[in-house]
């Protein structure tokens, strides 16, 4: 395998010291500064459409404490934490909307946004608020109550949802938003502070800090995770899937590699694991390193090239099939390429022209009636002893 390169963001005057969410989807790259380069003030959402080699600053947007930024294709949507709008874009960052209609709030506190496709969500404390045209109409489902929405995911039409609040339930939807349904049977808590949620097709994960749940269908039943010696009562804090491969993120990294039916231990002990799974990548944080692995988990390598921080307060990771990404709490943002073996083929031979042919057959000829020759030659031979 080549060796895995960690390059820090440094174009176009992009800050060094500040605090940085992001995602990635193909080339298209998506970084929000929180933290306005470490005055706390606000800072800008950046962009990159070539892995992570140059960044651009969007100008059309407000200063903010961006606090969720994603992208799916050329699809891209931000939202911050001081008061600001959900804004969206659908050419890669190029040109920016605000998300705009009938009950959609401008002046909130936002916590989490998620895209997949068309289909485009942001929360905040006491409103889901969605699309499924790629920003160009918007729903709201406000609640009676605040609810304390702090984190969203969203694969195809199934989209989850769970609230920080203690007393808070997970909330899901399977068609991109028109309805939705509490999770509910097999004792799952319903009145728990809920960390994370994470889909992938129908395989709905969510955490609470004792306990990691999952469904395979849909959220129509839950499971809790068990087996191997995972503990139960514990601190989780992340949980990722892609496919049937599912992470759940304590103190250790756990996977499954069969949609939750049997989990292994991935990582060492550490305060705080983060990690997101693509294919065979995952790419992980114990907020002090930069952990990696391009074989599911098996070798779980520590990301130590090019000086990338040891200490560097990481709060932010992506993978996908070629590039990682990773953003500081306090720091910078670094990329790394994923490297792909191609085996060696055999050059293809050019097309024989009829002159080409005609000698090819000529030397067959040739080598035949040797051949022959030698036969006869060596039949006389023994008939004469």
């Known amino acids: 395998m080549s060796k895995i390169v960690w390059n820090k963001a440094t174009s176009n005057n992009i800050p060094q010291n500040t605090q940085w969410t992001v995602d990635i989807s193909g080339s298209n790259m998506i970084a929000g500064d929180g933290g306005g380069d470490g005055h706390g ?11 992570g080699i140059s960044w651009n600053k969007v100008a059309s ?14 699809n891209m949507l931000a939202c911050g934490f001081a008061g600001t709008a959900v804004w969206y874009s659908t050419d890669a960052g190029t040109t920016w909307k605000t998300a705009s209609g009938v009950n959609i709030p401008q002046n909130k506190s936002w916590q989490d946004a998620a895209i997949s496709g068309n289909n485009m969500i942001a929360v905040c404390s006491d409103s889901i608020m969605y699309s499924s045209d ?13 609810e304390g929405w702090n984190c969203v995911a969203a694969s195809g039409n199934n989209i989850i949802v769970c ?29 728990l502070s809920w960390q994370f949620v994470a889909v992938d097709g129908n395989i709905m994960m969510a955490c609470c800090p004792s306990a990691v749940w999952y469904s395979t269908d849909a959220g129509t039943t839950w499971k809790t995770v068990t087996g191997n010696g995972i503990p139960q009562n514990t601190t989780w804090y992340f949980v990722s899937v892609c496919g049937n491969d599912m992470l759940a993120c304590g103190d250790v990294i756990w996977h499954s590699p069969d949609a939750g039916t049997s989990w292994i231990k991935r ?19 114990d907020t002090n390193a930069v952990w990696y692995s391009l074989d599911a988990g098996t070798n779980l390598i520590k990301a130590v090239d090019n000086s990338i921080p040891q200490d560097g307060n990481w709060i932010s990771v ?22 792909h073996n191609t085996p060696l083929t055999p050059p293809l031979t050019p097309p024989l022209t009829p002159r080409d042919r005609l000698h090819k057959y000529i030397l067959i000829a ?12 060596l039949r006389r031979y023994y008939n004469h002893r």
């Open 41 to 51: 003030g606000g800072g800008a959402v950046w962009y990159s459409v070539n892995s």
């Open 61 to 74: 947007l407000p200063q903010s404490l961006w606090t969720s930024v994603v992208v799916d294709g050329n």
């Open 134 to 146: 790629a920003g160009m109409t918007w729903k709201n489902k406000s609640t009676s109550i605040d």
């Open 163 to 191: 609230g920080i609040g203690v007393g808070d339930p997970v909330w899901y939807s399977t068609d991109a938003g028109t309805t939705w349904k509490t999770v509910t049977g097999n004792g799952i808590p319903e009145n």
């Open 267 to 285: 990582s060492g002990e550490s305060a705080g694991w983060m990690a997101n799974i693509s294919g065979n990548n995952i790419l992980a944080t």
């Open 318 to 339: 992506a993978v996908d099939s070629n590039t990682m990404i990773v953003g500081s709490n306090s720091g910078a943002i670094w990329t790394a390429a994923i490297p």
């Open 366 to 377: 040739i080598v035949i009636t040797i051949c022959v020759l030698i036969a006869i030659a």
